[in-house]
């Protein structure tokens, strides 16, 4: 078991920047790859962010692109998410997310342990 806990959330105005964080404890946090992925009210989950276990490669929704940057600290079981630009649209909570299978993925069900989320809101 991975146990994740995000923080970071919050309320900005739109063209604000927000840097969200997500704690790992329990197995080793090198040997997962990580995402970030968002559920707005009504709509289904978006991974907007993958980084494989060493940080070497990343992944993007085209939605983000340019905007979002993940990255991770594996001396410190942590892994990020740099939200630049925000638009009302961001708006959404965000959840943090690890696979022990090998190849980053943006596909919400492809990971196996999830944080219990934290709010972003944009306001404009």
């Known amino acids: 078991q991975v146990q994740l806990v995000e923080s970071g959330g919050g309320l900005v105005q739109a063209g604000g920047s927000l840097r969200l964080s997500c704690a790992a404890s329990g197995r080793t946090f090198s040997n997962y790859d990580m995402g970030w992925c968002r559920q707005a009210p009504g709509q289904e989950r978006e991974c907007v962010a993958a980084i494989s276990r060493t940080g070497g490669s990343t992944s993007y929704a085209d939605s983000v692109k340019g905007r979002f940057t993940i990255s991770r600290d594996n001396a410190k079981n942590t892994v990020y998410l740099q939200i630049d630009s925000l638009k009302p649209e961001d708006t959404a909570v965000y959840y943090c997310?690890?696979?022990?299978?090998?190849?980053?993925?943006?596909?919400?069900?492809?990971?196996?342990?999830w944080g219990q989320g934290t709010q972003v809101t944009v306001s404009s």
């Open positions: 997310a690890a696979t022990g299978v090998w190849g980053i993925t943006t596909t919400a069900r492809k990971y196996d342990f």
